[in-house]
């Protein structure tokens, strides 16, 4: 009998331990949901009312608004930067000169250190011979002999560009038949400043990490700035897939130097469009790219880290003094400072604090039942924002649904970026990581700007 009372004492006691350290587990975690509450579901809540507010746009058009087609058909000029691509500007250059816009399509190849990249000239060369005698076609190779960085050859393709409109793409990027149909219907309205296309990973089917980009851009790009468009609030037009006025992209000066030039520009546009209420910046689902995305941990992270280290370089030195009502406006001053400077480099400390936190002060196990409850959160939360850009966006289902599979890895993936983008904060920070980036030489950031 004593034997036995000992037994049930002890499994209550158990079980005493267990549903304390649950509900210890529970507290710890309840602590990190007012990042959720006031950073993930306010952001979500605009996307996902915005994404509502295009499909009932959309439904104003029996026929659906992707198969609107121009009134007019302007020459239009296309950028293409090219590295060290080799035989892979053909390609992009082909899905360029094959599209199926009836205007005349002006492509401007230009080869960074030409000296450096003999076969990528060749490839490019070959194509402009292929394509001499195409009616309304134009392909123009660019040799810069010495490189020069990402700036330098878009603003010399630029002052070479007849077209209205210029679209700015990387060398290794494909497009659709119809992308310049559809981006120029886009900008048959005066008050589109510029716009931004729909980038996906091209390769997406080569390895684990290249699926979650695919479902990350998916999430990110096609869902988000669809959203965010709809609100006149597009955080950022891809350097890889950028459509602008050439005459007002002239009169702002074009690209600067440093890194990232793309999102060091759409902040001068929305500068210039505080001076131009009317405008806005645009993003067009149906304007679509294809681009290969790292296939390994090693590639993913390296662009991660550039990507994440430019964002602190850009918003806290090189334009710290622009972000005010004065020069963006309230509603782009609040919301670049909120879902620009704090998400992106504020948030990656304090979730890293809390992690560290809770697997410092708890033990293993509520450590771990605490990482599995906020899994839970966030999958429910990039669920229900998934299911919502199915069904307002997305134009072919089934292949939006090939990706969502990969929704129960998202979290973790997500938490690993935000960490990985702690890490290139914190070197930004210390070692100025924006100088040493690969898209520019060194003798050219040295004589740029120090900030």
């Known amino acids: 009998m004593n034997a036995l009372n000992f037994f049930i004492s002890q499994v209550v006691w158990e079980m005493h331990w267990v549903l304390n350290g ?27 009312t915005g994404m509502v507010g295009h499909l ?19 020459t239009v000029s296309c950028l293409v930067l090219c590295y060290s691509e080799g035989e892979g500007v053909a390609e992009s250059a082909e899905t360029l000169l094959h599209q199926d816009y009836p205007g005349h399509v002006e492509v401007i190849m230009v080869i960074d250190g030409a000296n450096a990249n003999q076969a990528t000239l060749m490839a490019a060369r070959r194509q402009a011979a292929a394509f001499k005698d195409v009616t309304n076609r134009t ?16 603003n010399t393709g630029l002052g070479l560009a007849r077209g209205e409109l210029v679209y700015a793409l990387d060398g290794d990027t494909g497009f659709a038949p119809d992308m310049i149909t559809r981006s120029v219907v886009v900008f048959e309205d005066p008050d589109v400043l510029a716009a931004a ?4 990973i091209r390769n997406r089917t080569k390895s684990l990490i290249t699926r979650l980009q695919s479902l990350e851009y998916l999430l990110s790009i096609e869902y988000g700035r669809t959203g965010l468009a709809r609100w006149n609030l597009i955080n950022n037009i891809s350097g890889a897939f950028g459509i602008f006025r050439t005459d007002i992209l002239r009169q702002i000066g074009g690209w600067d130097t440093h890194t990232a030039e793309d999102l060091d520009l759409t ?14 910046l645009a993003f067009i689902p149906d304007a679509i790219g294809f681009t290969d995305g790292p296939d390994t941990v090693a590639g993913l992270a390296s662009q991660r880290m550039r990507w994440e280290g430019d ?9 710290w003094h622009g972000i005010r009502p004065r020069l963006m406006g309230w509603p782009g001053t609040l919301f670049t400072l909120a879902y620009g400077l704090v998400q992106s480099v504020a948030l990656p400390f304090l979730i890293g604090g809390y ?4 697997y410092a002060t708890q033990p293993l196990v509520h450590a771990v039942a605490i990482s599995v409850l906020l899994y839970l959160i966030y999958l429910a939360l990039c669920s229900w924002y998934a299911l919502m850009g199915l069904l307002c966006v997305s134009r072919v289902p089934s292949l939006a649904l090939r990706d969502m599979i990969w929704l129960p890895v998202l979290p973790i993936y997500q938490l690993s970026m935000r960490l990985l983008a702690l890490v290139a904060i914190l070197n930004e920070m210390l070692r100025r990581s924006h100088e040493e980036t690969s898209m520019a030489p060194w003798w050219v950031l040295r004589r740029g700007n120090r900030f």
């Open 267 to 280: 902040l001068r546009l929305k500068q210039y469009q505080r001076r131009h209420p009317c405008m806005r």
């Open 311 to 319: 964002l602190y370089f850009v918003y806290l030195r090189k334009h």
């Open 139 to 154: 392909l123009r190779v660019v040799p810069k002999w010495q490189r020069g960085g990402r700036v330098s050859s878009l």
């Open 197 to 200: 296309g729909n980038l996906r």
């Open 22 to 48: 649950m509900l210890q587990s529970v507290w710890v975690a309840i602590a990190i949901l007012p990042l959720l509450i006031l950073f993930e579901l306010p952001l979500a809540a605009i996307v996902i």
């Open 56 to 74: 009932k746009a959309r439904g104003l058009n029996a026929s659906g608004d992707a198969d609107v087609l121009p009134c007019r058909y302007p």
């Open 355 to 358: 992690v560290m936190w809770w």
